[in-house]
Nanobody, 127 residues
């Protein structure tokens, strides 16, 4: 069983930056594809960024492409998302997720591709 714990959320003004971290325990971290999702008030959870098990391929929601960067540190069992040029519409609870897929270079984007989820961390961007 894998446990995921996010940190780094908070409040920031538009144009600012935050880096979220997600520490994993209880599994073989380098065997998982990783992702970040978010859920804004009154909206469905949506995919934000994904990273292949190999770390060589990443995918992003169109609206965050060029502003957000997902990365992983297998030595620290941690996945990060660096969020720059934040906008009020980025306000949401952000969740990290890990999936035990078999493919090294596949970037998962669907919730059902992920087996483990963190508890979420709130990001609030004010205008």
């Amino acid at each position: 069983q894998v446990q995921l714990v996010e940190s780094g959320g908070g409040s920031v003004q538009a144009g600012g930056s935050l880096r979220l971290s997600c520490a994993a325990s209880g599994g073989t971290f380098n065997m998982y594809t990783l992702g970040w999702f978010r859920q804004a008030p009154g909206k469905q959870r949506e995919f934000v960024a994904g990273l292949s098990r190999s770390g060589g391929y990443a995918g992003y929601l169109d609206s965050v492409e060029g502003r957000f960067t997902i990365s992983r540190d297998n030595a620290k069992n941690t996945v990060y998302i660096q969020m720059n040029s934040l906008k009020p519409e980025d306000t949401a609870v952000y969740y990290c997720a890990a999936g035990a897929l078999r493919y090294d270079d596949f970037v998962a984007r669907k919730s059902q591709d992920f087996d483990y989820w963190g508890q979420g961390t709130l990001v609030t961007v004010s205008s």
